[in-house]
């Protein structure tokens, strides 16, 4: 790397992630004004250049949550920041089902935090409601409090939406109660997401939901009963639904490489990597004690589950990068669509302009790693052109 004070202007020299090519990339005022293919360069000792990656769902991350109060501003900066260690330079803080207050508390929170930092709130590409208009039925409900699910309420959701000032960018819903349609329509109306999941909805509610504009399947394959009809079921239409983009968790924990196999075959370029990060990802492992699971053990493999169940996960702890050397290594896809699966797509999805990716006058959301047989780390994060993140 070079960086020259006087004009201001970052130079990195590496190998761009999807051509494979040596280049040289400058950065001037946040944004990428020249990028250039380099033969000159030896490969010996250059690390990978890629566009930051784009996360629709974190619960939380290094022990601090959006779904605990009081969340503070000092909460939300922090797990910004964290998250660019991760090579994470947007993503979607993601409150789930819990008491309306609660909801509306974290919402107002989460706001105000990103209206008091310029990197917070350019990191922040939403916030992401999932729930509590989900299925109340045990198995698709996964997690969430029975307590508070509830029909999906236009008005309540407002309300919500008020106290977020606008930022509630994606919904999951299950389409199975009556009220679904007519809220999807109202969300569509007013530009919000509306994604499938934690359902147990019939294929033509699914067919219904998506005719009105429902986009997007909320961790494909999990939030699910434990046993399904042979078909139809609800994982197959939302799999045979062109219109829905799919996200799934690629730890290696949620999902088998059969399923992923599939849904990558059946979604093509809609498949995107979300984490579902619960607030003890990038932790040590060993056992603790949630405010959802009770009694959990996270094991060095990287597993998270509960205590007395080693076969029921209690969430997930992975990152996308651990996502993106999952589909790798097992040989599932490149390194370049994986990286596009978890930047250039979801950006695409949420219309962030990261969506350029490397390309003259895209933001400068860089990330440059170091790749082995392991698959790739992150070694610096550079946030609208500013060195925001540099491994020791």
């Known amino acids: ?15 761009h992630y999807q051509t494979k090519e040596t280049i040289t990339l400058q950065v001037q005022n946040g944004t990428i004004s020249d990028i250039q293919t380099n ?13 930051g ?4 769902q974190i619960n939380g991350y290094g022990g601090l949550d959006f779904n605990t109060l009081p969340i503070d501003g000092e909460l939300v900066h922090t797990v910004t920041r964290a998250l660019w260690r991760e090579g994470v330079t947007s993503y979607c803080p993601t409150v789930i089902t819990n008491s309306n207050e609660m909801i509306e508390e974290a919402m107002r929170s989460i706001a105000r935090a990103s209206s008091e930092d310029m990197y917070t709130k350019s990191s922040i590409a939403g916030i992401h409601l999932e729930g509590p208009f989900i299925s109340p039925e045990d198995g698709p409900r996964g997690a969430h409090n029975s307590a508070y699910v509830k029909a999906p309420d236009w008005s309540l959701f407002q309300r919500w939406q008020d106290a977020a000032q606008g930022l509630i960018k994606i919904v999951t819903i299950s389409p199975e109660w009556p009220s679904a349609l007519k809220f999807i329509e109202k969300c569509v109306d007013n530009g919000v997401i509306v994604s499938i999941g934690h359902t147990s909805a019939t294929e033509k509610q699914i067919q219904a939901a998506v005719r009105l504009g429902a986009r997007m399947s909320t961790h494909l394959g999990n939030g699910a009963h434990l046993m399904l009809p042979r078909h139809p079921n609800y ?6 639904e062109d219109d829905l983009w799919s996200c799934v968790i690629a730890d290696g924990f949620h999902l088998p490489d059969s399923m992923l196999k599939v849904v990558l075959r059946a979604k093509g370029p809609k498949v995107m990597l979300v984490s579902d990060a619960v607030y003890l990802s990038g932790m040590p492992s060993g056992k603790y004690n949630t405010h959802i699971g009770g009694n959990v053990i996270l094991t060095p493999e990287g597993k998270l589950h509960l205590a007395d169940n080693p076969q029921l996960l209690a969430g997930s702890v992975q990152m996308l990068t651990w996502g993106i050397n999952h589909l790798v290594k097992n040989k599932l896809v490149d390194l370049a669509e994986a990286w596009e699966m978890a930047s250039i797509r979801p950006a695409k999805f949420l219309g962030n302009p990261v969506v350029e990716g490397l390309e003259i006058g895209a ?14 780390e992150v070694k610096e994060t550079y946030k609208t052109g500013k060195s925001v993140y540099k491994k020791n």
């Open 1 to 15: 790397m070079k960086i020259n004070d006087t004009d201001k202007t970052l130079t990195l020299e590496g190998i």
């Open 39 to 51: 033969k000159n360069l030896s490969r010996d000792n250059l690390s990978i250049i890629g566009p």
């Open 235 to 240: 994982i197959w239409e939302q799999l045979a």
């Open 363 to 376: 933001p400068a959301d860089i990330v440059v790693c170091t790749s082995n047989e392991d698959g790739i």
């Open 53 to 56: 990656l784009v996360d629709l």
